[in-house]
T-cell receptor
Framework: AQSVTQLDSQVPVFEEAPVELRCNYS??????LFWYVQYPNQGLQLLLK??????LVESINGFEAEFNKSQTSFHLRKPSVHISDTAEYFC???????????FGKGTKLSVKP | GAVVSQHPSRVICKSGTSVKIECRSL??????MFWYRQFPKKSLMLMAT?????????EQGVEKDKFLINHASLTLSTLTVTSAHPEDSSFYIC?????????????FGPGTRLTVT
């Protein structure tokens, strides 16, 4: 069965610093990988996804993630964060028994001035 | 892009009453809808999967008689929390997917914050 591990529950960083949010998954089959962002009291918004092709995927607001099959990872990175990036980030993998996504526990990114 | 709405966004109810939450796909037909529950500081836990016109499939540990799910049309699924108790207080999120998609892409609603007093 698929599972997702987000090792860091909280990541505090200063504004304009780089950040990496780690995500590892376990799966015996090919997967699709997603990062979702959740702002306070809101639902989930898709940030980026890996389906096939280039292992480096980017979002419109400067985040990127790289699919690494050998390390079963899909870490999320941003070279310079803004205060507005403060949110909770969820990594997810496809392949639930009902076609659902399987989520990690989330990483709360706090960007401080 | 695909939009999913949820109503209400927030609801407060008294213990013992029932609450209905609606999930609508606004610009596409959703053959499958998923209901998740999000606990504080924890991830989203799948509660059940509903397919239009058939009974919902519940995850282990989820009481189907307490959390009634109806997927009456390709654009609407409802979750009814019956005889609500304070421990049912949570953030409920639905998502919708389309058949024939092999990417497992899902579109999430904004969530419903349920508080049972």
């Amino acid at each position: 069965a698929q599972s997702v591990t987000q090792l860091d529950s909280q990541v505090p960083v200063f504004e304009e610093a780089p950040v990496e949010l780690r995500c590892n998954y376990s799966s015996s089959v090919s997967v699709y990988l997603f990062w979702y962002v959740q702002y306070p009291n809101q639902g989930l918004q898709l940030l980026l996804k890996y389906l096939s092709g280039s292992t480096l995927v980017e979002s419109i607001n400067g985040f990127e993630a790289e699919f690494n099959k050998s390390q079963t990872s899909f870490h999320l990175r941003k070279p310079s964060v803004h205060i507005s990036d403060t949110a909770e980030y969820f990594c997810a993998v496809s392949g639930g028994s009902q076609g659902n996504l399987i989520f990690g526990k989330g990483t709360k990114l706090s960007v401080k001035p | 892009g695909a939009v999913v709405s949820q109503h209400p966004s927030r609801v407060i109810c008294k213990s013992g009453t029932s609450v209905k939450i609606e999930c609508r796909s606004l610009d596409f037909q959703a053959t499958t809808m998923f209901w998740y529950r999000q606990f504080p500081k924890k991830s989203l836990m799948l509660m059940a999967t509903s397919n239009e016109g058939s009974k919902a499939t519940y995850e282990q540990g989820v009481e189907k008689d307490k959390f009634l799910i109806n997927h009456a049309s390709l654009t609407l699924s409802t979750l009814t929390v019956t005889s609500a108790h304070p421990e049912d207080s949570s953030f409920y999120i639905c998502s919708a997917g389309t058949s024939g998609s092999h990417t497992y892409e899902q579109y999430f609603g904004p969530g419903t914050r349920l508080t049972v007093t």
